[in-house]
């Protein structure tokens, strides 16, 4: 199976800042077919971003993705109050099955 | 408005068996993969399965192959989660959720809210 290592595992960061999120996967992604998904406490993850760089349907546009092939960022230009949350990425193409990275947590 | 609406949380001893439930609404339930997620307490999620309910097609992931069973009903747009026995390391929560296209070429869109199923003698 793709190994997704998402770093840091946490970032402290004040709002209005920029976060810098990390996803390396153990081999190439297949088309980039690498998400985002941020998820806040006691609820289902919610889908950022698909295709590695589309954002999801009503996702403010502070939110953007880039990469390719096994290295992937996530960057949020200026942080919310409601942006602190856990982010998981995930790639949805191999035949091997899907998997999620480990999470980075984005604190005050 | 498309929703899963999911069982609610259960606890069982080990070598209990168990089945929860996701309901879909809003959209057309055999068009549309649905598939299961456990999050254990404090960890990432991981994908177990997947299920297109219009001819039952089922793939598991090999780490959970053998160890749950996934079904769809049809007549009521649910799709189902079971254990025959479960163990204490089976405590987690389970999402289900909906792939809006060709299976390993979209991302789940639409989760349901979470089960917590604890296990517990």
């Known amino acids: 199976e793709i190994v997704l290592t998402q770093s840091p595992g946490t970032l402290s960061l004040s709002p209005g800042e920029r976060a810098t999120l990390s996803c390396r996967a153990s081999?190439?992604?297949?088309?980039?077919?690498l998400a985002w998904y941020q998820q806040r406490p006691g609820q289902a993850p919610r889908l950022l971003i698909y295709?590695?760089?589309s954002r999801a349907s009503d996702i403010p546009d502070r939110f953007s993705g880039s990469g390719s092939g096994a290295d992937f960022t996530l960057t949020i230009s200026r942080l919310e109050p409601e942006d602190f949350a856990m982010y998981y990425c995930?790639?949805?193409?191999?035949?091997?099955?899907?998997?999620f990275g480990g999470g980075t947590k984005v604190e005050i | 408005e498309v929703q899963l609406v999911q069982s609610g949380a259960e606890v069982k001893k080990p070598g209990e068996s168990l089945k929860i439930s996701c309901k879909a609404s809003?959209?057309?339930?055999?068009?549309?993969?649905v598939g299961w997620v456990r999050q254990l307490p404090g960890k990432g999620p991981e994908w177990m399965g997947i299920?297109?309910?219009?001819?039952?097609?089922?793939r598991y992931s090999p780490s959970f192959q053998g160890q749950v069973t996934i079904s769809a009903d049809t007549s009521t747009n649910t799709a189902y989660l079971q254990w025959s026995s479960l163990k204490a390391s089976d405590t987690a929560t389970y999402y289900c959720?909906?792939?809006?296209?060709?299976?390993?070429?979209?991302?789940?869109?639409?989760w349901g809210q979470g089960t917590r199923v604890t296990v517990s003698s």
């Open positions: 959720a909906r792939l809006p296209g060709d299976f390993l070429r979209v991302p789940f869109d639409y």
């Open positions: 809003g959209y057309r339930f055999d068009n549309y993969w």
């Open positions: 299920i297109y309910p219009g001819d039952s097609d089922t």
């Open positions: 081999q190439s992604v297949r088309s980039n077919y």
């Open positions: 295709g590695a760089s």
């Open positions: 995930q790639q949805y193409g191999s035949s091997l099955g899907l998997t």
